[in-house]
């Protein structure tokens, strides 16, 4: 693997950051040692999820939708069906908090975020990564970058099943949640670490297990957060102006 470089900009000016190729061949191999510890041991859970999905409703198991990742190219993304059938046959909707189309067991499954499971797939595949931004449609990329041009930025690294902005947002449901996440996104590139996936994954962990981060998460992850939504001005611009 070559060396890479990260290029982002601080107070209007041009940043570059390498990132060695020992990094990125670390972060490889603890994707894949994640991703395939995970579909071990969790199979019975994932068994369990899909018999459930099968009795509660009608339609397929799996749900596949394309998704831009790194560089902007598209993959197709894998979930569980956590919505009835033909959802979306008038076009892309993003899911709300009180979605009709969200099946019973599905509002279950997306509580404990157990629908992005089949994501593990993705990371052995090469195209997602355990930590990095959440990847998005085009047709709302194409909107957000309208708001919000440094979007693409995070195209620089691979889509995440978990990230910054999923710890502090959690799912977005409009346009306007997507720029505010973003600047977390952002940030993670600013501040890319192997150490900063390993507090991602670990503070990921503390919100399945009871909904919070700051039950088992010292006060300088509270700081962080709060200092990436103080930090990136540009976006934070961008969402006023919204």
Not at 104 to 129: A, C, F, H
């Amino acid at each position: 693997m070559d060396d890479d470089m990260l290029i982002y900009y601080e107070n209007h000016a041009l940043i570059k950051m390498k990132i060695f190729s020992w990094q990125k061949i670390i972060k490889r191999l603890l994707d894949i040692t994640a991703a395939f510890s995970g579909l071990l041991f969790l199979s019975p859970l994932m068994i369990y999820v899909a018999i459930k999905i099968m009795l509660d409703s009608k339609g397929p198991i799996f749900y596949s939708q394309e998704r831009i990742g790194r560089h902007g190219m598209p993959f197709t993304i894998f979930k569980f069906r956590s919505m009835y059938q033909h959802s979306e046959m008038n076009g892309p909707v993003l899911s709300s908090i009180n979605d009709c189309r969200i099946t019973k067991w599905g509002g279950t499954i997306r509580k404990w975020k157990l629908d992005e499971l089949p994501q593990l797939l993705n990371i052995l595949m090469g195209d997602m990564s355990l930590v990095g931004p959440r990847p998005e449609r085009k047709h709302y990329i194409d909107k957000v970058s309208a708001k919000c041009p440094d979007f693409k930025l995070i195209h620089q690294v691979k889509p995440g099943l978990t990230s910054l902005g999923m710890i502090k947002f959690g799912y977005a449901h409009n346009v306007k949640q997507i720029i505010q996440r973003t600047q977390f996104d952002i940030s993670y590139i600013k501040n890319y670490s192997l150490l900063l996936d390993f507090q991602i994954v670990y503070y990921t962990l503390c919100l399945l297990s009871d909904g919070k981060v700051s039950t088992c998460a010292p006060s300088e992850m509270t700081l962080f957060l709060n200092k990436v939504a103080a930090s990136n001005a540009y976006s934070q611009n961008a969402v006023t102006q919204y």
